[in-house]
Structures are given as structure tokens and as C-alpha cells.
T-cell receptor
Framework: GNSVTQMEGPVTLSEEAFLTINCTYTATGYPSLFWYVQYPGEGLQLLLK?????DKGSNKGFEATYRKETTSFHLEKGSVQVSDSAVYFCALSDSSSSGSARQLTFGSGTQLTVLP | NAGVTQTPKFRVLKTGQSMTLLCAQD?????MYWYRQDPGMGLRLIHY???????AKGEVPDGYNVSRLNKREFSLRLESAAPSQTSVYFC?????????????FGPGTRLTVL
């Protein structure tokens, strides 16, 4: 079956530090990959996505590259801000799954706290 | 646009009680989903709907019933709540089930079953 493994948290960084959150996956087909962000007290929001190998998703200074050879989709940001404090979820949608709805499989989430 | 809304925001139940969570979206989306979020486990799909009048089981459907009331509304019902159903419940919707269609999430309902 499909699975997503994320770097365990919590992660605490100082403002302007470099961020990496590791994500690896197992899938039976050719998945699309996503990073979602959950700010305190809110629902999840799509941060970025990549739909095929070597694609790079980017948004708000965050980037992630779909690496098929290492089955990874690591999230990076060059300089984090206090406002980036949130929980980050890696997820996949497997295009080989049957039926008309592509179910999302989520990682366990990584709590990021950025200190001023 | 309100996006995806959920009611209630918080609820405490006793074991054996029933309740219905309601989700509504104003984006004219066909697909709607119910997830539960538990510490250290990410989100898991309970049930989903691919259109008005349809429902289908997700990864963890046992103990839950759903109803797609109309295109806008999707309800989740716990007939006899158990402590194992203590969780945060999220509703989501998407234009279709294709990979490139983003799922939009509501703010969640925090449910505690004593």
C-alpha cells in the first residue's frame, strides 16, 4: 500500500535559519506529491505540489523537488520567519488507484516553531 | 466566499451518545471528504462523496455514517460514540478527484468522547 514517512518533530529554528523537512514515500503507481501547512487553530492549506518526477513545487519561499530515484519530496526554505510556525504535512495521491477519487495519504506531520 | 465551513467547532460527548457533524462548501465542488486527525498519525480518510447522493468508504469508515445532503453539504454521523472516536475531524472538498485538483479544508471540529 501507499505510505508517507516524515521527519519527526518538533523542529525549532531561529528566524532566518535554513529549513529542511524530510519526506519519503512508498507508492504502487506514479503519485502526485503535496505539502500542506496547518496554522494553529486552522484547517490544512495546500503549500505546494509536484505531479511528476523532477518537478519542483514552490510557494512563499518554500520549495520541494519530486525525486523518483530516492522516492523523496523534501521541503526546504532558505530563511524561515516566525510566521512560518505551523505543522507541515507531506502527502501523496496515487494515480494508479482505482475509482474516481484520488485519495490522499498523509504523513504524520512535523511541527515547526520559529523563534525571533 | 466562506470556503469550507464546519459545525460545531467543539463538542464533548458521553460514550453511547450520538451526534452529527455538518460540512458545507460554497465553491461548487463535486467531491467532499471527511478526515480524522490523531496525534502522530496525520489525517486519515473516513468517507468521501463524488457527487450529490453518493458516498464511499475511506481508510477508517467503521463507526461512522455519512450523507451527501446536496451539492453543498456533507454530514458525518456518530450513532454511538466511543472514546476511540476522540479526534479532530476535518471536512474537505475538491473540484474533482483528479490529482491536480486541490483539496480545500475546513477549520475542523474537536470532539471528545468521555
Amino acid at each position: 500500500g501507499n505510505s508517507v514517512t516524515q521527519m519527526e518533530g518538533p523542529v525549532t529554528l531561529s528566524e532566518e535559519a535554513f529549513l529542511t523537512i524530510n519526506c519519503t514515500y512508498t507508492a504502487t503507481g506514479y503519485p502526485s506529491l503535496f505539502w500542506y501547512v496547518q496554522y494553529p487553530g486552522e484547517g490544512l492549506q495546500l503549500l505546494l505540489k509536484a505531479t511528476k518526477a523532477d518537478d519542483k513545487g514552490s510557494n512563499k519561499g518554500f520549495e520541494a523537488t519530486y525525486r523518483k530515484e530516492t522516492t523523496s519530496f523534501h521541503l526546504e526554505k532558505g530563511s524561515v520567519q516566525v510566521s512560518d510556525s505551523a505543522v507541515y504535512f507531506c502527502a501523496l495521491s496515487d494515480s494508479s488507484s482505482s475509482g474516481s477519487a484520488r485519495q490522499l495519504t498523509f504523513g504524520s506531520g512535523t511541527q515547526l516553531t520559529v523563534l525571533p | 466566499n466562506a470556503g469550507v465551513t464546519q459545525t460545531p467547532k467543539f463538542r464533548v460527548l458521553k460514550t453511547g451518545q450520538s451526534m452529527t457533524l455538518l460540512c458545507a462548501q460554497d465553491m461548487n465542488h463535486e467531491y467532499m471528504y471527511w478526515y480524522r486527525q490523531d496525534p502522530g498519525m496525520g489525517l486519515r480518510l473516513i468517507h468521501y462523496s463524488v457527487g450529490e447522493g453518493t458516498t464511499a468508504k475511506g481508510e477508517v469508515p467503521d463507526g461512522y455514517n455519512v450523507s451527501r445532503l446536496n451539492k453543498r453539504e456533507f454530514s458525518l454521523r456518530l450513532e454511538s460514540a466511543a472514546p476511540s472516536q476522540t479526534s479532530v475531524y476535518f471536512c474537505a472538498s475538491s473540484l474533482s478527484g483528479r490529482d491536480y485538483n486541490e483539496q480545500f479544508f475546513g477549520p475542523g471540529t474537536r470532539l471528545t468522547v468521555l
